[in-house]
């Protein structure tokens, strides 16, 4: 496991979770699973439901499947972009959680094609976009322009709110 050196400037995971519009029952896509904590706090809570983590990088999918392999989760499947299509329907996810700073461009590409494909008319989507500095956007802007202004399209911006002095959490519903 490897030694953080910020250990202060980590994300709050409890927070973020009280922040979703999660509900125990529901089958959940997170988009990058390298935060495994947030993958095993999420899979935790969704205790009745399920959790999909997906990445397009297969030692992050390996790392991740090692770390969970001591801990006894049933509803938590970690899969690389390319096998999606054979575990979802259309409309079957009722939420989507994009880590935006851990995902690549081409993977956040991908999981906007599936937004529209996998989502459930009442779906959700929240964004964690990663700072530099309190409040000082680490990408000058990016997130706006690659994800924010996509989502608004379709879905409404609800909220955005800091989990964590380096992070921030951007809510979207139909």
Not at 82 to 90: A, G, N, Q
Not at 150 to 157: D, G, I, M, Q, V
Request: proline share 2%; hydrophobic share 35%; net charge negative.
């Amino acid at each position: 496991m490897e030694q953080s050196y910020e250990p202060f400037n980590e994300m709050d995971v409890d927070l973020l979770l009280t922040l979703l519009p999660i509900r125990p029952y529901e089958h959940v896509m997170i988009a990058g699973c390298s935060n495994t904590a947030l993958c095993i706090s999420l899979a935790k809570y969704l205790n009745q439901g399920k959790l999909y983590a997906l990445d397009s990088d297969n030692e992050i999918l390996d790392k991740c499947k090692e770390i969970l392999t001591n801990i006894p989760l049933t509803n938590f499947l970690n899969l690389n972009y390319d096998s999606v299509t054979d575990y979802f329907e259309e409309q079957s996810i009722d939420g989507i959680l994009i880590d935006y700073g851990e995902t690549s461009q081409s993977s956040i590409d991908q999981i906007l094609d599936y937004i529209s494909l996998y989502a459930a008319k009442s779906a959700w989507i929240s964004v964690i976009e990663h700072t530099s500095a309190k409040g000082k956007l680490a990408s000058s802007g990016s997130m706006e322009q690659d994800i924010k202004g996509t989502l608004n399209n379709t879905y409404r911006h609800i909220r955005s709110r800091g989990v964590g002095e380096y992070h921030i959490l951007h809510s979207f519903r139909m």
